[in-house]
T-cell receptor
């Protein structure tokens, strides 16, 4: 199947700093990618839809100024958590689907962010 | 927007028994319904999916049924094995492609 690679797989940062997470589709082009956040023992909550060449679409309740998304190419989307705080600690995971109707979604490995 | 509900939240069965997980969705425009298995700290893995033009799909011990009229779909696992123990998520997707996940079911299969 198609491969989506996410980096880093884990990161520890200090409160107030920013962290960038990368999501790459390795063998297909993705005009759209999705960013999810998952707290322990909870479901994957969609944060935003990343659109290549245009602004991301954020879900209700997600602060766009805090979670900056950039989708500068057809194979790369980045999520930057700005001014991170301990409550931002979570598992962040990206997803991409090859072009076409109802194609399978492929997920990155996820990034465990811990803010201390 | 789409809202997906999933039941039960936990399910314990004996090895060899069947397990059924049910989901309902709200957006009648949703047309793609995948099921994922997620192990702790790992990415979700697709186990089976169904599209809105199909009522049932089976892959070995796993089957999914879809009732578009009632807006619900179910996962059926037969002859469960301990390695089936994991968290299972249903999801629904509209033509806009974003997946909305259910709340998850923790399945425990006891030997």
């Amino acid at each position: 199947g198609a491969v989506v690679s996410q980096h880093p797989s884990w990161v520890i940062c200090k409160s107030g700093t920013s962290v960038k997470i990368e999501c790459r589709s390795l063998d297909f082009q993705a005009t759209t990618m999705f960013w999810y956040r998952q707290f322990p023992k909870q479901s994957l909550m969609l944060m935003a839809t990343s659109n290549e060449g245009s602004k991301a679409t954020y879900e209700q309740g997600v602060e766009k100024d805090k979670f900056l998304i950039n989708h500068a190419s057809l194979t790369l989307s980045t999520l930057t958590v700005t001014s991170a705080h301990p409550e931002d600690s979570s598992f962040y995971i990206c997803s991409a689907r090859p072009t076409g109707p109802n194609t399978e979604a492929f997920f990155g490995q996820g990034t465990r962010l811990t803010v201390v | 927007g789409e809202n997906v509900e999933q039941h039960p939240s936990t399910l314990s069965v004996q090895e060899g028994d069947s397990a059924v997980i049910k989901c309902t969705y709200s957006d009648s425009a949703s047309n793609y319904f995948p099921w994922y298995k997620q192990e702790l700290g790992k990415r979700p893995q697709l186990i089976i999916d169904i599209r809105s033009n199909v009522g049932e799909k089976k892959d070995q011990r796993i089957a999914v049924t879809l009732n578009k009229t009632a807006k619900h779909f179910s996962l059926h696992i037969t002859e469960t094995q301990p390695e089936d123990s994991a968290v299972y998520f249903c999801a629904a997707s509209s033509p806009l492609q974003k997946l909305v996940f259910g709340t998850g079911t923790r399945l425990l299969v006891s030997p």
